[in-house]
């Protein structure tokens, strides 16, 4: 990821010689990891529109992440601690247990908007970490360590495993949630426990795009996703395909180019975005142009 390295003719020697790097091969793991639980767990939160939630818990990373350096602990900590923290707040104090709500948006605006506050005062405080602020918000998988690697599949996992345990009657109470109440399904419960594992998945995902960026892998994949299909497992393997994707071609990018990471993740999970709707702008029209003809026919 340096401006010095460029693609050559040779591109075997080139993607070669990238892996040849342990901060690649980290970065790669790493970021395969963070693709795969971004997809699923955007998956849930665009069923659930609930995107702006999820934008407000990333942007709890940054204040949390400036807090923990000032503090002279790992941003780690701060990255988890305050997204969950404030998932917990919207999922405690919201009252729609099926996302999306008019109480819970504005109450997310007002998490927001004191995030950002605390985020611009932790920097305030500590005058050095000003010069790392760009990483915080925009990310960077410059110096991942196997350490970090593994703390990130542990947190995957659990996540994922917590996804698994809940997904049935989650999709049910995102779709219907009246129904689903009706039936017995804990609506309400199903909601905060899902909050909380996006201010989880969130935090993860926060440390390697940044708090602006999450939504490159939150919310692109899973909505390119949905728009293709809208069937449950068809959909979150597409969404897991088109993460993991832009996730190693926007890695490749960034290596061999001047540009950061996060521009090229966005870039090509917007494109792929654009190319579902086109996909389906064609398919409808294709779609109406059949049921024409067969009108004029009198098939119909």
């Given at each position: 990821?340096?401006?010095?390295t460029?693609l050559?003719?040779n591109?075997?020697?080139?993607?070669?010689?990238?892996?040849?790097?342990d901060?690649?091969?980290?970065?790669?793991r790493?970021?395969?990891?963070?693709?795969?639980?971004?997809?699923?767990?955007g998956?849930?939160?665009?069923?659930?529109?609930?995107a702006?939630?999820?934008?407000?818990?990333?942007?709890?990373?940054?204040?949390g992440?400036?807090?923990?350096v000032y503090?002279?602990?790992?941003?780690?900590?701060?990255?988890?601690?305050?997204?969950?923290?404030?998932?917990?707040?919207?999922?405690?104090?919201a009252?729609?247990?099926?996302?999306g709500?008019?109480e819970?948006?504005?109450?997310?605006?007002v998490?927001?908007a004191?995030?950002?506050?605390?985020?611009?005062?932790f920097?305030?405080?500590?005058?050095?970490?000003?010069n790392?602020?760009?990483?915080l918000l925009f990310?960077?998988?410059?110096g991942?360590?196997?350490?970090?690697?593994?703390?990130l599949?542990?947190?995957?996992a659990?996540?994922?495993?917590?996804?698994?345990?809940i997904?049935?009657?989650l999709v049910?109470?995102?779709?219907?949630?009246?129904?689903a109440?009706?039936?017995?399904?804990?609506?309400?419960l199903?909601?905060v426990?899902f909050?909380?594992?996006?201010?989880?998945?969130?935090?993860?995902?926060s440390?390697?795009?940044g708090?602006?960026?999450?939504?490159?892998?939150?919310?692109?994949?899973?909505?390119?996703?949905?728009?293709?299909?809208?069937?449950?497992a068809l959909?979150?393997?597409?969404?897991v395909?088109?993460?993991a994707?832009?996730?190693?071609?926007g890695?490749?990018?960034?290596?061999?180019?001047?540009?950061?990471?996060?521009?090229?993740?966005?870039?090509?999970a917007f494109?792929?975005?654009?190319?579902?709707?086109?996909?389906?702008?064609?398919?409808?029209?294709?779609?109406?142009?059949?049921?024409?003809?067969?009108?004029?026919?009198?098939?119909s």
């Amino acid at each position: 990821m340096s401006a010095d390295t460029g693609l050559s003719w040779n591109l075997v020697s080139d993607v070669q010689q990238m892996w040849q790097l342990d901060s690649m091969v980290n970065a790669y793991r790493a970021g395969t990891i963070v693709a795969v639980l971004a997809a699923v767990v955007g998956w849930f939160m665009v069923l659930r529109r609930q995107a702006f939630a999820g934008h407000t818990v990333a942007l709890a990373g940054f204040p949390g992440a400036a807090a923990a350096v000032y503090l002279g602990l790992s941003a780690s900590w701060g990255y988890f601690g305050f997204c969950v923290g404030a998932a917990a707040v919207i999922a405690a104090l919201a009252r729609d247990g099926a996302g999306g709500g008019a109480e819970e948006s504005a109450l997310t605006g007002v998490v927001q908007a004191f995030t950002l506050a605390c985020g611009m005062l932790f920097v305030s405080l500590y005058k050095g970490f000003l010069n790392g602020t760009d990483s915080l918000l925009f990310g960077s998988f410059l110096g991942v360590t196997p350490g970090q690697v593994a703390v990130l599949a542990g947190v995957a996992a659990a996540v994922l495993a917590a996804i698994a345990l809940i997904g049935r009657p989650l999709v049910f109470a995102s779709v219907d949630p009246a129904v689903a109440a009706a039936r017995g399904v804990p609506v309400r419960l199903l909601g905060v426990a899902f909050l909380v594992l996006l201010g989880a998945a969130t935090a993860e995902v926060s440390q390697i795009t940044g708090s602006l960026l999450v939504f490159a892998l939150l919310v692109m994949p899973a909505a390119t996703a949905q728009r293709l299909t809208v069937r449950p497992a068809l959909g979150l393997g597409l969404a897991v395909a088109i993460a993991a994707l832009v996730t190693w071609f926007g890695l490749g990018a960034a290596y061999f180019s001047p540009y950061p990471i996060g521009f090229w993740i966005t870039t090509f999970a917007f494109g792929c975005y654009v190319l579902a709707q086109l996909f389906g702008f064609a398919t409808r029209r294709h779609g109406t142009g059949r049921r024409h003809v067969a009108r004029a026919l009198g098939v119909s």
